[in-house]
């Protein structure tokens, strides 16, 4: 699988949001699109999506332009969007079920990753019923059951307090290990980025500003070698600023 965006431009009216955008994902990278609110990173994700289409260049999978939405891309978004009046387990095998799956077929794809998630026991359970992080573990979950290509995710740890928040996302990189999907994930979050990415695309004014491959091995932490350093580069360039070791380099000179 390969995504490739190839020259996208996107306006709303007079106001441009993404212009000349190129970005190609390999099968099973980790891509995390980041940037300030109003950036159009939201925006690159929808398009990716196919709830947008692009008003210059092309985004295509494979060699097969996007024109809509499909099943090989799965979408979780910071609003869980569950269905209230829906059980956990039917929410998650509502995709397969879509997909002309058997019904029992469903609910036991379904269960598969409802334990992917460590919420089996919640099957029963109504979205009500549940706390933030865990309608978002079952938003994960339900993307996941449909077996997309890619998975989208946008910003969806970004209404929960800190500590599940960083739960999330310890989660997320577990079931990356297992699963090894391919995923575009939009934050506004530097340590974020830098703790999931394989790659961190970082956008400024509709725009790719820099790419930065991360490098630093999974399990990671704040304290892991390079983390520090990867996010103060990744701000100078969301802040116009130069990066810590040049600055030093031009003080000493």
């Not at 339900?142 to 989208?152: Q, V």
Request: some cysteine; glycine content about 8%; hydrophobic content about 45%.
């Amino acid at each position: 699988m390969k995504l490739e965006v190839r020259q996208v431009g996107k306006s709303f009216g007079e106001r441009t949001i993404l212009k000349n955008v190129d970005l190609t994902v390999h099968a099973h990278e980790f891509i995390c699109i980041l940037g300030h609110s109003g950036c159009g990173k939201s925006t690159l994700l929808n398009m990716v999506a196919g709830y947008l289409l692009p008003d210059e260049g092309e985004i295509a999978v494979d060699g097969v332009a996007v024109a809509g939405p499909s099943k090989t891309r799965g979408m979780v978004f910071q609003d869980h969007a569950l269905f209230p009046w829906m059980t956990v387990l039917d929410n998650i095998a509502f995709g397969p079920e879509v997909q002309k799956v058997a019904k029992a077929q469903a609910k036991e794809t379904a269960m598969e990753y409802l334990k992917l998630v460590g919420l089996e026991a919640y099957a029963k359970h109504y979205p009500a019923e549940l706390s933030g992080g865990m309608k978002q573990r079952v938003g994960i979950a339900r993307a996941l059951a449909s077996k997309p290509d890619i998975l989208l995710m946008d910003e969806p740890f970004g209404a929960l307090d800190v500590l599940t928040r960083e739960t999330m996302r310890a989660e997320l990189q577990r079931i990356c290990s297992k699963l090894k999907p391919t995923i575009l994930f939009v934050t506004h979050s530097i340590s974020e980025a830098v703790y999931l990415a394989d790659r961190v695309v970082v956008m400024k004014h509709g725009e790719v500003a820099d790419i930065f491959e991360v490098g630093i091995r999974h399990p990671r932490t704040s304290h892991s070698a390079g983390f520090g350093e990867m996010m103060s580069r990744i701000q100078s360039v969301l802040m116009d600023e130069e990066p810590l070791e040049l600055a030093q380099a031009k003080v000493g000179s």
